[in-house]
């Protein structure tokens, strides 16, 4: 039985100091233990969010990490300042990289690599755009990036990964995929994990679903057989989130 994660991804919302404000109003609302809860919030948040989860369920990550150790890479976060600090988990991939800082299959797949070299649990993001779905290739499209993203990574590590299926045209959008449609993309992402790995692999990796999550369709959609958590992006900076936390009670 695999154990459902729901992460939010704050992507470049609050500074430090309502970081801190936001997760202690969180904190009491999103405290169910059935669900493995991580906050990645902006790197400059990391620490002050972590001292003010201490003691919580909440578990924060990263929303990037570089794909090198240290070194001259001006802005960039290396895995072993993750791991000094805590952090388990780190997003990789997310469509707005790709889109907005030209991250492609190869590097993801490097910092799918460097991360599990370090001990953290990457969320890997996958998703087609609006043209992808109308001209019938998403599911092709989904499973050149996953077998990608997954090269020269072994079924002990894909075990463990989390993988985040998140339709481009469904973020930020409101245009939340149907329980169906998602269903349908992330029994897919399992079955090319089967095929690359087996079928204990495939059992054991955990996809999420993204874009568009709400307190009104998480429940649905985390119903789903393949749906084992969301990656919430606009409904992670508010109490809503407690309720898609508690989907469940
Ligand atoms: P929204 O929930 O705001 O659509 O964002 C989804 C997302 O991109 C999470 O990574």
């Not at 993801?108 to 953290?120: P, S, T, W």
């Not at 993988?163 to 269903?183: H, L, N, R």
Request: charged share 20%; aromatic share 6%.
């Amino acid at each position: 039985m695999r154990k459902k994660i729901i992460a939010g991804n704050w992507k470049m919302n609050k500074t430090p100091s309502e970081a801190v404000a936001l997760i202690n109003e969180l904190k009491p609302l999103v405290a169910n233990e059935e669900v493995d809860v991580v906050f990645c919030v902006p790197a400059i948040s990391i620490v002050p969010a972590m001292e003010a989860a201490k003691g919580s369920n909440i578990n924060i990550g990263a929303e990037n990490m570089y794909f090198e150790e240290s070194g001259a890479y001006t802005g960039e976060i290396a895995p072993n300042m993750l791991t000094d600090v805590g952090v388990k988990y780190v997003i990789i991939g997310h469509s707005e990289r790709r889109d907005y800082f030209a991250e492609t299959d190869e590097t993801v797949n490097k910092k799918v690599l460097k991360a599990f070299e370090h001990g953290i649990t990457p969320i890997i993001c996958c998703g087609e755009s609006l043209t992808q779905r109308q001209q019938g290739v998403t599911i092709d499209f989904i499973r050149q990036q996953i077998k990608i993203a997954f090269l020269n990574v072994t079924a002990e590590q894909a075990a463990t990964a989390v993988i985040a299926y998140e339709p481009i045209w469904a973020i930020g959008t409101g245009m939340t995929a149907t329980s169906d449609q998602a269903e349908e993309v992330c029994a897919a992402i399992r079955a090319c994990i089967a095929e690359i790995y087996d079928d204990a692999t495939a059992a054991a990796i955990r996809i999420q679903y993204g874009g568009s999550m709400n307190a009104g369709n998480a429940a649905e959609l985390l119903a789903k057989p393949d749906i084992d958590g969301g990656l919430v992006g606009g409904a992670s900076l508010k109490p809503d989130f407690g309720k898609i936390v508690n989907y469940n009670k």
